[in-house]
């Protein structure tokens, strides 16, 4: 890779998730005025025929990116050749490793804006199961990992068309992000304002409060009542608090604030399914990742991006 360059980037490991990854990539890379950088880690595999429909890499010779040692029906090189002819202003650079996948693209992540793994596949990134590779470069990425489930289509992060408008003129859906008010990290929240801002979406901020135990709180303790209008109206304005000082700074994107209660998991999943992106945090202060993230990176209707702060 060109030294310098900002770039989305996308582990491509020949599934057809993968390559719909790669599609989500290539459009985040045009709406942030980015390279796309394509990294296949590992061994290589062997490509599939192309389909009648598809161009072959002859005919597309002439537009396909260059990349290092590529053999002309590699996975790389076919994954680089559709994505140019798909999005054709779009700097695309095309790399390969034979590091093991975990390590290049934990590596990968930390010279790019984002890096793009799919969610699941048939073949995973050399040898490995591919939820096994996401879910240990999400824990320890240095930089927002974005998981794309399999299947996801431009329209699925647009609002349903009604009129006979086109899809890919359709507003996005809103982006949403978990936050938890003990930490409410600017990274996770620059992203999460810049990632709406970008799409010209609104943001909506849910804050979940836990149900109380059912032993009642631990001797001692005088925390704020739950379930009253003061603990209501303590948490509605430390979450408006948390988010004043980033308004100003995107005066043109919406936000609006949510308080709920139940398990942050649940809530984030319902709202999932009305988001274009759900984006949370993970502590950077080591390799891990809590249970909420494992669960909503399983079952969430959209792409989740996991942002590591300090």
Request: aromatic fraction near 4%; glycine fraction near 10%; proline fraction near 11%.
């Amino acid at each position: 890779m060109i030294s310098g360059t900002r770039t989305v980037t996308a582990g491509i490991d020949g599934s057809r998730t993968s390559l719909d990854a790669a599609d989500w990539a290539a459009r985040e890379a045009e709406r942030r005025h980015l390279t796309l950088r394509l990294l296949h880690a590992g061994a290589e595999q062997p490509a599939a025929r192309p389909h009648a429909s598809e161009p072959s890499t002859a005919e597309a010779s002439a537009t396909a990116p260059p990349g290092p040692g590529l053999p002309a029906d590699g996975t790389l090189d076919r994954a680089a050749i559709q994505l140019a002819y798909a999005h054709p202003a779009l700097p695309i650079v095309a790399d390969r490793t034979a590091a093991p996948a975990v390590t290049a693209l934990i590596e990968a992540a930390a010279e790019a804006e984002e890096l793009v793994l799919g969610s699941r596949g048939s073949t995973g990134f050399a040898g490995f199961p591919v939820g096994s590779v996401v879910l240990a470069v999400a824990a320890g990425a240095e930089r927002p990992v974005v998981v794309v489930r399999a299947g996801e289509l431009p329209e699925d992060e647009r609002l349903p068309v009604v009129d006979g408008t086109s899809p890919h003129h359709a507003a996005y859906l809103p982006v949403v992000l978990g936050l938890d008010l003990e930490r409410p990290a600017d990274e996770l929240l620059g992203f999460a304002f810049d990632t709406a801002a970008t799409r010209s979406a609104p943001l909506h901020v849910v804050h979940t409060r836990p149900a109380l135990p059912l032993g009642g709180h631990p001797p001692g303790e005088q925390p704020v009542p739950y379930g009253t209008a003061e603990g209501e109206d303590v948490t509605c304005r430390a979450l408006t608090a948390a988010l004043r000082p980033w308004r100003p700074k995107y005066p043109a994107t919406p936000v609006s604030e949510y308080v709920v209660h139940g398990h942050p998991g649940h809530n984030l999943l319902k709202a999932s399914a009305r988001a274009g992106l759900l984006v949370m945090g993970r502590p950077s202060t080591g390799p891990r990742l809590g249970g909420v993230a494992r669960f909503l990176l399983q079952h969430a209707a959209c792409p989740v991006a996991v942002v590591p702060h300090g």
